[in-house]
């Protein structure tokens, strides 16, 4: 089966910059996503990472490190309503149903 | 705007009985996923369609069906509610099931039993 860790809670202060890592263990890998979800909101797709490397989209960016079983999301020059629950997302074999991890909830200090 | 849209959003029951919630979208994406997420959790996976095929989660109690009368709409059915069903459920589409196609959430259905 298939397993992703990530932290239950990260604190950082608006306008740092923060990482949110995720280990996972799987028998087979097909990709690593990363979703966003406010308090008493929907969840919603920030990135998605097949490969090794870096994916960049705005304030956001998503790493992944298949040798390492391994991957993170960086927030760059947090914002106040940056502060939700990012959940970390595997899927072991192309047809194999998602798995979410347990989600980090992220508290930013003004 | 094409959208994932859940019907009510607030939703109150009795212990026992039956609630339906409902789930459309614009999309006109192949999958249709159903979750429960309780407070402080991850989504968990209930089950899903791919098109009009039924796929069930090894988990999933047998108390909690679903319907898909066309590629439109969902409905899940929890029969015989109880007070652990209390949670947020939430609906999502994705155009196939890779973890490459994102899944599209509605703001989901607040379940509260009495």
């Known amino acids: 089966g298939q397993s992703l860790e990530q932290p239950s809670e990260v604190t950082a202060v608006e306008g740092a910059i923060v990482q949110i890592n995720c280990t996972y263990q799987?028998?087979?890998?097909?990709?690593l996503s990363w979703y966003q979800q406010h308090d008493g909101g929907a969840p919603t797709f920030l990135s998605y990472n097949a490969l090794d490397g870096l994916e960049e989209t705005g304030r956001f960016s998503s790493f992944l490190s298949r040798s390492d079983s391994y991957g993170y999301l960086l927030l760059q020059e947090l914002q106040m309503k940056d502060s939700a629950s990012y959940f970390c997302?595997?899927?072991?074999?192309?047809?194999?149903?998602?798995?979410f991890g347990k989600g980090t909830r992220l508290h930013i200090l003004p | 705007d094409a959208m994932v849209i859940q019907n009510p959003r607030y939703q109150v029951t009795q212990f026992g009985k039956p609630v339906t919630l409902s789930c459309s979208q614009t999309l006109n994406h192949n999958v249709m996923y159903w979750y429960q997420q309780k407070s402080s959790q991850a989504p968990k996976l209930l089950f899903h369609?791919?098109?009009?095929?039924?796929?069930n989660e090894a988990d999933t109690p047998d108390n909690f069906q679903s319907r898909r009368p066309n590629t439109s709409f969902c409905f899940l059915d929890i029969r015989s509610p109880g007070l652990g069903d209390a949670a947020m459920y939430l609906c999502a589409t994705s155009r196939d099931v890779q973890a490459n196609q994102p899944q599209h959430f509605g703001d989901g259905t607040r379940l509260s039993i009495l």
């Open positions: 997302v595997g899927q072991e074999n192309r047809d194999d149903k998602i798995i």
């Open positions: 369609y791919y098109d009009k095929d039924f796929n």
């Open positions: 799987t028998s087979g890998f097909y990709g």
